[in-house]
């Protein structure tokens, strides 16, 4: 089992350069969402999605575009990347039963510096 | 709003000895708990959770769990640390029901020392 897929595993960019980072998911979840972990922070929420055609913002949103057409893919597009945008991405993934308390997966990060 | 708080950067061990990995939270619900491991260059993975009525969680690698509703602490313990236990440990917590919104909130992280 594939599980959570981000690609690429790292990049640099230029201020200024727009990209989008990759999220897949194998485990027909519904609940997706995007983190950036920063040193002595945490993971902070950016972006989650509860299910295909719903997104909704998180901690840190500025900056940061989302979309979610399938159940599967939960791309995070940097519109115009700075330098605070440096930091290590994850998509995290989670089938929600209500009740229960279900744990996340994640995918293995990707790495972006933006100079 | 929710939060937790992981005390210490670092945790430093000797293998062979016990370790205690603190967390403490704050929600305006019950909570929804979780530890989580990252080794380096890594993605996170998942060690355990809590689950109601069950105070002493157990999970996986030998690691459980203590949850103290008073004081509103869920610390990650193992009787026997290994170098390879080495990494950084995440503390996180969400609220329980179905509600739409509810992503999960980590702790700062602590970073686990296993000296042979």
């Known amino acids: 089992n594939a599980g959570v897929t981000q690609t690429p595993k790292f990049q640099v960019l230029k201020t200024g350069q727009s990209m989008t980072l990759q999220c897949a998911q194998d485990?027909?979840?519904?609940?997706m969402s995007w983190y950036r972990q920063d040193p002595g922070m945490g993971l902070r929420l950016i972006h989650y999605?509860?299910?295909?055609?719903?997104?909704d913002q998180g901690e840190v949103p500025n900056g940061y575009n989302v979309s979610r057409s399938t159940t599967e893919d939960f791309p995070l597009r940097l519109l115009s990347a700075a330098p605070s945008q440096t930091s290590v991405y994850f998509c995290?993934?989670?089938?929600?039963?209500?009740?229960?308390?279900?744990?996340?997966?994640f995918g293995q990060g990707t790495r972006l510096t933006v100079v | 709003a929710q939060s937790v708080a992981q005390p210490e950067d670092q945790v430093n061990v000797a293998e062979g000895n016990p370790l205690t990995v603190k967390c403490t939270y704050s929600?305006?619900?019950?909570?929804?708990l979780f530890w989580y491991v990252q080794y380096p260059n890594r993605g996170l993975q998942f060690l355990l959770k809590?689950?109601?009525?069950?105070?002493l969680v157990k999970g996986s690698y030998g690691f459980e769990a203590e949850f103290n509703k008073s004081q509103t602490s869920f610390h990650l313990k193992k009787p026997s640390a290994l170098v390879s236990d080495s990494a950084l440990y995440f503390c996180?917590?969400?609220?329980?029901?179905?509600?739409?919104?509810?992503?999960?909130?980590f702790g700062g992280g602590t970073r686990l020392m296993v000296k042979p």
């Open positions: 485990m027909n979840h519904e609940y």
């Open positions: 809590y689950i109601t009525g069950d105070n």
């Open positions: 995290a993934s989670r089938q929600d039963r209500e009740g229960e308390n279900t744990e996340a997966f």
């Open positions: 929600v305006s619900g019950n909570p929804y």
């Open positions: 999605s509860v299910g295909a055609g719903i997104t």
């Open positions: 996180a917590v969400r609220l329980w029901g179905h509600n739409a919104g509810n992503m999960l909130t």
